[in-house]
C-alpha cells in the first residue's frame, strides 16, 4: 500500500478535472490528480473549445454580444433553472478564463455553433497550425497539462479512483490502483469529484433515477464515463441531482459519415415525420436542439429531410444557406462521394429514388400522408405563404423534380449533466442540502447547477465554459476553505 498526502485530491483530470487542479495549484496549494485514462483531458480531446463573453478574442472580431445579454439568454433558455447567481458569476470570469489559458499558449478564434446561436464559442486553434475544428481542444489541454506539471501538481495517470474514504461522515481522501496494480491511499482536506458525469451507463440510470432511456436514440458512448465519481460520491455521503440530457439531432451512425450528415442536418429543408407530416416550421432547423425537442415528440422519435435534384443542385452551386462550423460551404460538392461511401457500407437510413411512392417505401414513410404534405408544401413554395406552418417564405423550397433524396434524422445526446448535488460553491450536498466539509464536485457531474433541465445549445461552448470556469471557482473556494481551516 502506497500512502499519499496533499491538500486537494482531484478524482480524475479532465477537462474541469485540470482547470481546477492548475488553479488550485495556482493558489499555493499541493493537488494529486488520479486518472485511470493514460492522457489527460477526457472528452475535451474531442471537442473545439469553450464558451465565454466579452473576451478580448470576441472584442478583437467585433462581436457585441455582452455579459448581461449572454446571462439573461442563458437563464431564459434554461428557464430560470439554473443557479442564476453562479451563471452570472461564471459568465463574468469567462472572460478572465480565455485570458488565463492565452497566457498558457492557447490560440483561439470565436464562432458561432450555428448562425442563429450567438458568436461565444472560443474555438481552439490547434498547435502546428491549421483551422480550428473536432479535437483542436486536445492543444487547449496540453497547454493545461503543462502548466500543472510546472506547478508541480501529481498527476497519477492510469490510477483510477476506487473509492473515497470517510471518517466522521467527511471524505478525508481516495483509495485508488496504479498501472502496476499496487493500491494507493491518499488523504487530504479537499476531495474534488470530476469523472465527467454517467455517460451511457444505462443500468446505473435506470438504477439510480428509474429512467428507462429511448431505443431510437443514438447515446453517444465516450470511453471511461460512466458514472464512477457519481457511484463513490453517493457512497460517501453526497445526494443525488436531477440528470439533464442535452438533445441534439443529426444522422444515425454519424462519426462514419460525417460529410453526409452535414448535407442532411440542420438545413431548412423539407422535414417529415414517419407519419409523412411537417412538425417543425423548417426555417429554424439550425437550432438543433429545438429540432431533436420537436423529434422526441414524434413517432418512433424519428424524422426525415427530403429535397430534390433541383434543390440540390442549387446547393451544389450556391452552398447552403446554414453553414455550421464542421462543414463549409463547399460541403455538396463533396455530396456523390459521401453518397457512394454511405451505400458502400450499406448505410441503411439514405434514401434516393426517382418517385415518392419510391421514397416511401424504401424509407417507411406514410406515403398517402406525405403526398398530401407535398401537395401543400409545394403549394406554400409556389405562392410564397406556408399557411400551414408559416415557415420564412426564403426557406420554402420545392420538392417536385426527381430523383428525390432522403435521410432519417434521430436523436442524438452525450453524457447527461449531473450525478451529484452542489451548492453554488461547487460543495458537495447531502441529500437532505447540507454541505459536506471539503467536499467539491466540478464537471459533467455537476453540471445541473448550470444548466439546469436544459443545456443552452444557442450559447456554443457551453460545457468546456462551465468545465473551466467552474473548476477556477470551485478551486478559489478551496483555498478560502482551506485558510479558514488553518485559522481555526
Ligand atoms: C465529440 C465531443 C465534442 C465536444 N465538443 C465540445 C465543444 O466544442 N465545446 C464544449 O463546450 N463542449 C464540447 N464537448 C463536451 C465537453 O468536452 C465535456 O462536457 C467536458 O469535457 C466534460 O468535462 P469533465 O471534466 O466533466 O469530463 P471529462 O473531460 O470527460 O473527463 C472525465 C475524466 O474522468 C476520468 N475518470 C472517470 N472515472 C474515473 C475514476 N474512477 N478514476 C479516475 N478517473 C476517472 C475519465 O477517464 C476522464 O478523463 C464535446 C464532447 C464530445 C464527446
Known sequence: MIRMESDVIIVALGLSGMATAVAAAEQGLS????????????????????????????????????????????????????????????????????????????????????????????????????????????TMVKRLTERAEELGVQMMLQCPVKKILVEDGRPVGVLAVNAEGEEIEAYADAIVVATGGLGTN??????????????????????????????????????????????????????????????FRAKPDLLVNLNGERFINEDVADHVD???????????????????????????????????????????????????????????????????????????????????????????CATGRDDVLGKDPKYLFPVSTPKYYCCKIVLQTNSPSGGIMVNRNLEVLDPNGKVIPGFYAVGMDAAVIAFGGRYPMCLPGGNMGFCLNGGRICAENIASYLDALDNQ
Request: aromatic content about 10%; overall charge negative; proline content about 4%.
Open 31 to 138: 493537488v494529486i490528480g488520479f486518472e485511470k485514462s493514460d492522457v489527460t483531458g477526457g472528452q475535451a480531446n474531442m471537442g473545439m473549445g469553450p464558451f465565454a463573453v466579452e473576451s478580448r478574442v470576441q472584442r478583437a472580431a467585433q462581436v457585441s454580444l455582452t455579459l448581461d445579454e449572454a446571462y439573461r439568454k442563458h437563464m431564459e433558455i434554461t428557464d430560470y433553472q439554473a443557479d442564476a447567481q453562479f451563471v452570472y458569476k461564471y459568465y463574468k470570469k469567462s472572460a478572465d478564463t480565455i485570458d488565463w489559458l492565452m497566457d498558457m499558449g492557447v490560440r483561439f478564434e470565436v464562432q458561432r455553433y450555428f448562425p442563429h446561436s450567438e458568436c461565444t464559442a472560443h474555438n481552439v486553434l490547434p498547435e502546428g497550425g491549421g483551422p480550428t475544428g473536432p479535437r483542436a481542444a486536445s
Open 202 to 263: 444505462h443500468a446505473m440510470i435506470k438504477e439510480a433515477y428509474n429512467m428507462e432511456l429511448s431505443p431510437n436514440v443514438q447515446y453517444r458512448p465516450i470511453v471511461g464515463i460512466n458514472g464512477e465519481g457519481a457511484k463513490m460520491a453517493w457512497e460517501a455521503g453526497a445526494g443525488k441531482s436531477p440528470l439533464a440530457f442535452e438533445w441534439t439531432c443529426g444522422i444515425s451512425d454519424n462519426f462514419n459519415h460525417m460529410e453526409l450528415e452535414g448535407a
Open 290 to 380: 429545438w429540432v431533436a425537442r420537436a423529434i422526441l415528440k414524434q413517432p418512433q422519435q424519428v424524422a426525415f429531410m427530403i429535397m430534390d435534384q433541383a434543390r440540390l443542385d442549387y446547393l451544389k452551386k450556391y452552398g447552403p444557406e446554414y453553414v455550421d462550423q464542421v462543414h463549409g460551404v463547399d460541403m455538396y460538392n463533396r455530396f456523390e462521394e459521401s453518397v457512394r461511401r454511405a451505400q458502400e457500407a450499406n448505410y441503411p437510413d439514405l434514401h434516393i429514388a426517382d418517385s415518392i411512392e419510391e421514397l416511401c417505401e424504401k424509407s417507411g414513410i406514410n406515403c398517402e400522408n406525405l403526398k398530401k404534405t407535398l401537395a401543400e408544401y409545394n403549394h406554400a
